[in-house]
């Protein structure tokens, strides 16, 4: 087979026939390689070197999670107590993929609960997790999440593991009478009309949680990806403060934009955001909304990194989302 060696190993003979000739020594010959290479990795390289290096992945890959992001939410959940296993809970995961964070919700809520991914890149859901493909800045996808919910939703009960976990293999789904009677919802290419709506379907989530971080196009890679491990980079940010900033920001008022439609009263809502000018804009918003808003940074996230999470506590009743957004 005609092989072709790496960039590597090329540069390697180059620099090595050039420096014989200059007679320079071998030591030199390998700083000066150490030097290209360090010149030729590219941001993507640091971030899987750092993945490698890194004790909550590692942590996570003992547990069977699928990021680090989950010890992120664990710590969220210790401080503001988001799940509760005596209730059935409606619970949104925007931004889902790879799946950590739908992981933690589905163990630690009981087996009513309904836990519903949604993410622009194609991901299988974990085990009792059901997920879309969407945008979310699509009014479409508002829709999708809001006919998920108003389903009655039975999670089988197969053997003891899974009870112990919270969550069964399969899902049986009976569709909620609501659902069929009502004519303006059976064809789901309609916008939904929100006065016209059953009162359960107006605002069924308890807790909203958006991770969301716009997703590098991709590049390289293509031989290994499946719907499991979409994008390697996916977690990754630009490195250019601002950029993340706004970038940021907007899936956050996305978030927020799900919040006022469909979140209950009293209901929960956790965003993360990358700090920067506009952030109290953001919190203002919010206090429109919530009864106590609060900042947190979890221990997972990495010093240097601007990303912290904003929550919001109780969603006040009547939320006039022009007022919020004006
Ligand atoms: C940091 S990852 C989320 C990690 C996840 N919380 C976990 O625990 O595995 C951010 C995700 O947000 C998703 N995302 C970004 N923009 C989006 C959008 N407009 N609509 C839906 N998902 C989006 C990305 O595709 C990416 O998978």
């Known amino acids: 087979m005609n092989r072709t060696p790496s960039i590597d190993v090329v540069s390697f003979l180059q620099v090595n026939v050039l420096l014989y000739r200059t007679k320079v020594s071998y030591a030199k010959t390998k700083n000066i390689l150490l030097n290209i ?29 699928r990021s680090r992001a989950a010890y992120k939410l664990i710590e969220l959940d210790d401080k503001f107590k988001f799940f509760d296993k005596s209730k ?6 925007l931004g889902f993929a790879p799946g950590a964070w739908s992981q933690v919700a589905r163990v630690k809520t009981n087996r009513f609960s309904k836990i519903f991914g949604v993410d622009i890149l194609p991901c299988q859901p974990p085990t009792g997790v059901s997920s879309i493909q969407g945008n979310i800045l699509s009014r479409r996808t508002h829709d999708l999440i809001r006919l998920f919910f108003s389903r009655e939703i039975k999670l089988n009960k ?15 789904e009976k569709e909620n009478n609501l659902y069929h009677n009502n004519p303006q919802l059976e064809g789901e290419t309609e916008t939904l009309c929100n006065e016209n709506l059953p009162e359960i379907m107006k605002q069924p989530i308890d807790l909203v949680m958006s991770d969301m971080y716009v997703p590098w196009p991709q590049i390289s890679g293509y031989w290994a990806q499946t719907t499991n491990t979409p994008y390697y980079r996916m977690a990754n940010t630009t490195g250019v403060a601002i950029k993340d900033h ?5 899936l956050c008022d996305a978030a927020l934009v799900v919040a006022c439609d469909l979140l209950k009263t009293n209901g929960n809502f956790i965003c993360k955001l990358y700090t920067g000018k506009e952030d109290n804009l953001l919190e203002k918003r919010m206090k429109k ?21 904003l929550v919001g506590l109780k969603k006040k009743k009547n939320v006039d989302k022009m007022e919020v957004f004006l």
């Not at 890194?54 to 003992?62: E, H, I, L, R």
């Not at 197969?158 to 049986?172: Q, R, S």
């Not at 706004?246 to 907007?250: Q, T, W």
Request: with cysteine.
């Open 158 to 172: 197969i053997d003891k593991i899974h009870e112990d976990y919270g969550y069964f293999e399969d899902l049986t």
């Open 246 to 250: 706004y970038m940021s920001m907007d």
């Open 289 to 309: 909304i919530f009864n106590k808003v609060q900042r947190f940074k979890p221990k997972t996230c990495r010093d240097e990194s601007k990303e912290i999470y």
């Open 88 to 93: 059935q809970q409606n619970i949104l995961d």
């Open 37 to 65: 290479k360090r010149y030729n990795s590219s941001s993507s390289n640091r971030w899987l070197n750092r993945q490698q290096n890194d004790v909550y992945s590692n942590q996570a890959k003992v547990e069977n999670l």
